[in-house]
């Protein structure tokens, strides 16, 4: 991250997610709205990315982790959870997706790239979906409790977080600060990657 510049994993994420519509048929995750919210230097890259071969199994990781996610959502939406939390949520577009009548989706992210995703929705023409909340928190330095709080968050009631491609990224103390938090939550459920040094 740069201080208060939007992050570039997100751009990647969704630019992977983006030419897997394209060039796998979304055969494993269907996302329509990534491509829609790609800015014009990450737009400028898909040629040469879907050109690159080595790129593949990243897209399919990436694919394959939303996939997997989003099932696990549904099946805690099945149980009775109204609450979602999408952690360092970058250009995901579940909120654009939301096919639960009900739940509210909140979006946590860097304050930056929460401001350029606000932007991307609006130069793309799509409306903000009524359910869904931005909290703007950086992990390494705020409050995760604190800033769903503000947004509404009810820490009292149960919740799916989603934690995709944020973890390699932080220190241990954010990493275990989030998950205390997580486990505070009754009946909450996380899915999230993480990534171990080669030494360990």
Known sequence: MQTGQPSHTARGAAAHRALHQTLDGGAIFR????AILLDD??????D???????????????ASRSRFSEDTLAA???????QVVVLGAGLDTFSLRNPHAGV????????????????RLTQAGLAM???????PVDFERQSLAEGLAAA?????RPAFFQWLGVVPYLTREAIAATLD???????????????????T
């Open 31 to 34: 996302d329509p709205f990534a």
């Open 41 to 46: 230097e990450t737009l400028a890259r898909l």
């Open 48 to 62: 040469e990315m879907a050109a690159d071969p080595t790129q593949r199994p990243m897209r399919l990781f990436i």
């Open 76 to 82: 805690c939406v099945a149980r009775g959870v109204r």
């Open 104 to 119: 509210r989706v909140f979006e946590v992210d860097y304050p930056a790239t929460q401001r350029w995703k606000r932007e």
């Open 129 to 135: 979906p009524s359910l869904l909340t931005f909290a």
């Open 152 to 156: 509404g968050f009810q820490a009292d």
């Open 181 to 199: 938090f997580i486990a505070r939550v009754p009946e909450s459920q996380v899915m999230f990657d993480y990534a171990e040094p080669l030494e």
